[in-house]
């Protein structure tokens, strides 16, 4: 069973809608979806986070610090979920903030990184992204302990898989 955690962007204690696309491309048949909420409650994002098969919502919080406006505590706060999880798929959103966290976390663990995806196979390891101004779409294969990469807003449709999350 394969362990994927999804950075969840908030605001004001709401899921921002493009994050239901990357829930639905994170899930598969044998992998446990995880999703991290960073500096949000995560019990008023609970709701809508099981509607999209989020098993298990984890609360990342900077143990009284302001996550929200340091990228790096927040970066660093998100490898020891990794490690304390053992997830080694980390997926988000592809914005601005999401690529900017992303390239942190990769950037400290020494692991490979692809942004702007448009979709996404866990078990190969491999994501789909575009090239040449979407003139070329190329597959890459990802290799190293932790696999993290950001999905383009968008690009993939939600689809709701409800469980009971945890």
Do not use: W
Not at 30 to 41: I, S, T
Not at 59 to 78: R, Y
Not at 130 to 158: Q, S
């Amino acid at each position: 069973m394969t362990k994927l955690a999804v950075l969840i962007e908030t605001t004001d204690n709401e899921v921002k809608a493009a994050n239901f696309g990357v829930l639905t491309a994170a899930r598969g048949e044998g992998h446990e979806l995880y999703a991290f909420v960073v500096g949000a409650d995560a019990q008023s994002c609970k709701g809508e986070l099981e509607k999209y098969g989020a098993a298990k919502i984890i609360s990342i919080t900077g143990g009284g610090a302001d996550l929200s406006a340091q990228p790096d505590l927040q970066a660093k706060a998100i490898i020891a979920a990794l490690k304390e999880y053992e997830t080694p798929v980390l997926m988000a959103l592809g914005s601005s903030k999401g690529n900017d966290i992303l390239a942190r976390v990769a950037a400290k663990l020494k692991a490979p990184l692809a942004v702007d995806c448009l979709s996404i196979d866990c078990s190969a390891r491999t994501v789909r992204k575009p090239y040449f101004a979407g003139k070329t779409i190329a597959t890459l294969k990802l290799n190293g302990e932790y696999f993290i990469c950001a999905i383009r807003p968008n690009a993939v449709e939600p689809v709701q898989a409800p469980v009971e999350a945890e």
